[in-house]
């Protein structure tokens, strides 16, 4: 199996920074995908920002210039660095890791997903 634990949750005023992470532990064999998605009050869940099986980024448009995806491929870590914060970045932040595992017989895809993590921006 593959847990991934998240940190980072807080709140702050407009224009605030916070980063969260997202630790990936298990029988990873591989990673391939790696993600934040957010769901705020009255929507659905959507996607923030994403980090393909090469590496590149790539960003949602309301993230486009204030947050930062990125990842520890050694420590399988995910991090997510939000800046100039908004009242409407407000709500659960999720990662997201597809790869591979091995459970020591066989290997097998794997799509996973944190916990949730609570962002409070007031204005």
């Known amino acids: 199996q593959v847990q991934l634990v998240e940190s980072g949750e807080g709140s702050v005023q407009a224009g605030g920074s916070l980063r969260l992470s997202c630790v990936a532990s298990?029988?990873?064999?591989?990673?391939?995908?790696t993600a934040w998605y957010r769901q705020v009050p009255g929507k659905q869940r959507e996607l923030v920002a994403k980090i393909n099986a090469v590496g590149t980024p790539s960003y949602e448009d309301f993230a486009k210039g204030r947050f930062t995806i990125s990842r520890d491929n050694d420590k399988n870590i995910l991090f997510l660095q939000m800046n100039s914060l908004k009242p409407e970045d407000t709500g659960v932040y999720f990662c997201n890791v597809d790869g591979i595992r091995y459970d020591g017989q066989s290997y097998k895809d794997f799509d996973s997903w944190g916990q949730g993590t609570q962002v409070t921006v007031s204005s």
């Open positions: 298990g029988d990873i064999f591989s990673i391939h995908g």
